[in-house]
């Protein structure tokens, strides 16, 4: 292992730069393919169960008040609704979560170069929030704030990874140059969702 880093050590700048990039590009699409993109498909179950919770939810309220099991599946339903919904802010809650996940990024000893809200993707009950992310730090930091994000209560899906090395160096460690996507999700509220029925029931006519 002491002689592989010799090796590197004695490479050129440039050579070394680049073995380094090949390297870390490497282990950032394992991390991304094994442990953010499949992220995606857990999303989207929790979103279908926190709906479907919901749903259940109001249906048990319209019981006999005083059906005391009536009540108690009514409190199960709702403290469960609760918990999910937990992992998924409303409107008012967006700007502090992004401002968190920024903290998170100069916590972990990152210089954020570029942090752009993009406009939101609205589905039937919710709404993605994505975020344009760039960053400058070693691997090590970017490792742990990815680590961070995905520690976070509120659920946040970290997609289209990028590494770039500086042309020419003479900094140790080297700080590379990392853009990323970070997209969040949260509850539309009422009238969001009826407005968005409307135009479809419109889309449809025309």
């Keep these: 292992m002491n002689e592989l880093f010799d090796r590197i050590m004695?490479?050129?700048?440039?050579q070394r730069a680049l073995f380094l990039v090949g390297g870390v590009g490497a282990i950032f699409f394992l991390y991304a393919y094994?442990?953010?993109?499949?992220?995606?498909?857990a999303?989207?179950?929790k979103m279908i169960a926190v709906e479907q919770k919901r749903v259940e939810r109001d249906r048990k309220a319209v019981l006999v008040a005083n059906l005391e099991q009536a009540k108690k599946e009514v409190a199960d339903l709702k403290a469960a609704l609760n918990e999910a919904v937990a992992q998924l802010p409303d409107t008012k809650e967006i700007p502090d979560l992004l401002s968190n996940i920024s903290s998170v990024g100069r916590d972990a000893g990152l210089e954020i170069a570029q942090f752009r809200q993009r406009e939101e993707v609205l589905r039937d009950f919710y709404a993605e929030v994505p975020v344009e992310?760039?960053?400058r730090g070693t691997y090590f930091q970017v490792e742990g704030f990815f680590n961070d994000v995905s520690q976070l209560t509120r659920i946040v899906n970290v997609s289209d990874v990028g590494i770039k090395a500086p042309a020419s160096s003479s900094e140790?460690?080297?700080?590379?140059?990392?853009?990323?996507?970070a997209t969040t999700f949260r509850f539309l509220d009422e009238a969001e969702r009826e407005r968005i029925r409307k135009q479809r029931e419109k889309d449809k006519k025309s």
């Design 34 to 41: 094994f442990i953010y993109w499949p992220r995606s498909e």
């Design 43 to 45: 999303i989207a179950t």
């Design 172 to 181: 140790e460690p080297i700080r590379l140059e990392t853009a990323l996507s």
């Design 10 to 14: 004695d490479m050129p700048p440039r």
């Design 133 to 135: 992310i760039r960053v």
